[in-house]
């Protein structure tokens, strides 16, 4: 008969027992299934699974992670995300702790410009340009931040990178940083296009190596956005004061000085600076008990870089760089760069970069 193997019989289709979990529907042990009239029996449950089963229950009920006892007039920023598995609320202060050390540990160095080709306006026009591309490819935050990180890390090991092969390094730090943060990383095309083919696709290639190479393949460097979350959430920030503080944020790229600064004290004073424009008014008590408790910082530990950000965010409505600018006059960022609370005359601003 075609379609059956000689020498083997085909059993009838009536007589084929499928094991399978009895259906709620029937409770009996032997269900009857409508189409193919055959029967569908339950395996016996093994003891073994019982006991594995009841362990398990056990092991979830003991496993509860026991309540802690926050200091007074500190909010449960947590507890909100109770019922949600995917927030993991148990673990988030671990992690951010974790993020601390990793911050702590892979911190670079102040960079120190003197005695290479590149210059810190060399290096604000790159970040310009990077921030350019990252808006038209559309780009996270994470990716901007972490290209960043590679060149200034980059350029803290290598002191011998030169004016000529500058964009090549961005290019390459770019390469990098989409392939670890981005679902759909770019391409070698995406980059030959937005360079004007200045380079070929084997040298970019070749300092993305070299690259890889100088930082030991370190990528884990938490960013200042990663920490703004928690932070917002802790000062009860408003999406407009978020903004704010993004903003802020990424004007610091820009300053190169900024740059051996803690990503988690960048944050810190983003959202206090923001606090005080949302509330037209400086006052160092916006630095809730909530905050200092997630932050980890008292408002000493980065009252003495206010003034530093306050200045770049004034400069920047006068600067020739207007990558940032653009990108924050965009209402899918509440065009935040245009309003007149960042500007020179207005008093908070004035107030905080004494």
């Known amino acids: 008969m075609k379609g059956k193997a000689p020498g083997i019989s085909r059993p009838a289709l009536s007589t084929i027992h499928i094991n399978h979990r009895v ?13 193919f009239k055959c029967t569908r029996r339950r395996t016996p449950c093994n003891g073994n699974a019982k006991k594995q089963r009841k362990l398990l229950k056990e092991t979830e009920i003991n496993e509860k992670t026991p309540e802690i006892e926050l200091p007074k007039g ?61 808006c038209h490819f559309k780009l996270t935050q994470e990716t901007f931040h972490l290209t960043i990180h590679i060149i200034d890390k980059y350029m803290q090991i290598d002191r011998t990178t030169s004016r000529d092969n500058l964009q090549l390094v961005g290019l390459g ?27 070929k696709s084997e040298q970019i290639l070749k300092m993305e190596e070299k690259i890889l ?9 938490p960013s200042a956005i990663t920490f703004l979350r928690r932070f917002s959430k802790a000062a009860k ?8 503080s993004k903003y802020i944020i990424d004007l610091c790229l820009l300053d190169h000085t900024l740059s051996h600064i803690k990503p988690s004290v960048i944050a810190s004073a983003a959202i206090y600076i923001a606090s005080c424009i949302s509330n037209d008014e400086v006052n160092p008590e916006f630095w809730t008990p909530s905050l200092v408790y997630y932050s980890g910082y008292s408002y000493n530990d980065f009252e003495h870089i206010i003034s530093k950000l306050a200045q770049n965010i004034v400069q920047a409505n006068s600067s020739k760089l207007q990558a940032i600018q653009n990108k924050y006059a965009s209402a899918e960022l509440l065009s935040v760069s245009r309003m007149p609370c960042f500007r020179p005359e207005a008093g908070v601003i004035n107030e905080l970069c004494k």
């Open 213 to 221: 190479q100088s930082i030991e393949f370190i990528l884990g460097q």
């Open 237 to 244: 920030a408003q999406q407009m004061q978020h903004t704010f």
């Open 173 to 199: 730090a770019i390469f990098i940083a989409t392939k670890y943060e981005e679902v759909n990383p770019l391409e070698l095309n995406d980059l030959m296009f937005v360079s004007d083919s200045a380079y």
């Open 74 to 134: 500190v909010d449960d920023i947590d507890s909100s995300h109770s019922k949600s598995q995917f927030h993991v609320y148990q673990y988030a202060r671990g992690i951010y702790l974790y993020l601390r050390y990793l911050e702590d540990k892979y911190c670079i160095q102040e960079i120190k410009l003197e005695g290479t080709e590149i210059t810190s306006k060399m290096r604000a026009i790159l970040i310009d340009w990077i921030c350019d591309v990252s």
């Open 23 to 35: 259906s709620r529907k029937y409770p009996d042990n032997v269900v009857k299934h409508p189409n």
